[in-house]
């Protein structure tokens, strides 16, 4: 029988798996959920990055304690890489700053390529990280333009397997220990072809035993929103985070090119309109 979100017991402890929506911090989406279902005790188990997609483990109550076992198991990536660009945060956060040809490059070349990221390897997180530098934040840094110096750490790529080549795009699927960052492993793997990348999708698809397909979304944890007690009013109103509004996260290059997105679509749906023929009238 499968467990629904009622049959859950918040207070005394549950591992709860979320698919998180874009352009939401891990954080907000623990708000979100402790102030919908009213939950003491929560916390995540394992960041997704604002433009990254898929599996979040939330664990409240006793199950807090759960935490760090969660957080060091493997885990397993998709996503896309686009080729010949590169950026400052390493993904969409902020604007390409380098171009570099790649259309000479063959599919067996970028396959190749990914051979010596497999195993053991030294890898430098993106200074739009969450690692800390003399107490601050990295990406805190980077925001406001300071440099800073990140060191290399061992982490491990058990899988690196290139789904799709098309193009600019090159689609992957990724097994790793904990500690990895997609977006430095899209840096890497540009550098070595010679022509830059970064990452452009990510999703998160397994935990350990946890899958993506398991996952709730926030609208049903929004559904399951206890009612008020009678008479007792909220201390403030509430103010949801709307899914478009990234600038808190930083991230306004990604909100530009949404801009660009939308202003093309309705320019495209206002020529198509302009072109339809009149419908004749009797």
Same mark, same amino acid.
């Given at each position: 029988?499968?467990?629904?979100?009622?049959?859950?017991?918040?207070?005394?402890?549950?591992?709860?798996?979320?698919?998180?929506?874009?352009?939401?911090?891990?954080?907000?989406?623990?708000?979100?959920?402790?102030?919908?279902?009213?939950?003491?005790?929560?916390?995540?188990?394992?960041?997704?990055?604002?433009?990254?997609?898929?599996?979040?483990?939330?664990?409240?109550?006793?199950?807090?304690?759960?935490?760090?076992?969660?957080?060091?198991?493997?885990?397993?990536?998709?996503?896309?890489?686009?080729?010949?660009?590169?950026?400052?945060?390493?993904?969409?956060?902020?604007?390409?700053?380098?171009? *570099?040809?790649?259309?000479?490059?063959?599919?067996?070349?970028?396959?190749?390529?990914?051979?010596?990221?497999?195993?053991?390897?030294?890898?430098?997180?993106?200074?739009?990280?969450?690692?800390?530098?003399?107490?601050?934040?990295?990406?805190?840094?980077?925001?406001?333009?300071?440099?800073?110096?990140?060191?290399?750490?061992?982490?491990?790529?058990?899988?690196?397997?290139?789904?799709?080549?098309?193009?600019?795009?090159?689609?992957? *699927?990724?097994?790793?220990?904990?500690?990895?960052?997609?977006?430095?492993?899209?840096?890497?793997?540009?550098?070595?072809?010679?022509?830059?990348?970064?990452?452009?999708?990510?999703?998160?698809?397994?935990?350990?035993?946890?899958?993506?397909?398991?996952?709730?979304?926030?609208?049903?944890?929004?559904?399951?929103?206890?009612?008020?007690?009678?008479?007792?009013?909220?201390?403030?109103? *509430?103010?949801?985070?709307?899914?478009?509004?990234?600038?808190?996260?930083?991230?306004?290059?990604?909100?530009?090119?949404?801009? &660009?997105?939308?202003?093309?679509?309705?320019?495209?749906?206002?020529? &198509?309109?302009?072109?339809?023929?009149?419908?004749?009238?009797?």
């Amino acid at each position: 029988m499968t467990k629904t979100l009622a049959d859950y017991d918040f207070e005394t402890g549950e591992v709860l798996l979320l698919d998180k929506p874009l352009t939401w911090t891990s954080f907000d989406v623990v708000r979100k959920v402790k102030n919908t279902l009213r939950i003491k005790k929560i916390g995540h188990a394992g960041t997704l990055d604002p433009l990254a997609t898929g599996l979040l483990i939330l664990c409240t109550g006793k199950k807090t304690k759960e935490i760090d076992l969660i957080q060091a198991q493997e885990k397993e990536y998709t996503g896309t890489f686009r080729l010949g660009e590169t950026t400052p945060s390493f993904d969409l956060e902020t604007a390409v700053d380098m171009a *570099r040809p790649y259309a000479h490059l063959t599919d067996e070349e970028i396959t190749a390529a990914t051979a010596q990221f497999m195993g053991l390897i030294q890898q430098t997180p993106p200074i739009f990280s969450a690692v800390k530098i003399d107490g601050k934040r990295a990406y805190e840094l980077a925001r406001t333009g300071q440099e800073a110096e990140i060191k290399a750490k061992s982490v491990e790529i058990k899988t690196f397997e290139l789904t799709r080549i098309a193009l600019p795009e090159v689609d992957f *699927r990724v097994v790793c220990s904990k500690g990895t960052y997609i977006r430095s492993l899209a840096r890497d793997l540009g550098v070595a072809l010679g022509c830059g990348a970064h990452l452009t999708r990510l999703v998160r698809t397994r935990i350990g035993e946890y899958r993506v397909e398991d996952a709730f979304t926030l609208e049903a944890i929004e559904a399951l929103r206890p009612p008020r007690p009678e008479g007792e009013a909220p201390a403030r109103p *509430r103010r949801e985070r709307p899914h478009t509004a990234p600038n808190r996260a930083g991230l306004q290059y990604f909100a530009a090119l949404q801009a &660009d997105a939308l202003a093309a679509k309705e320019h495209e749906a206002a020529k &198509d309109a302009a072109d339809a023929p009149e419908t004749p009238t009797e």
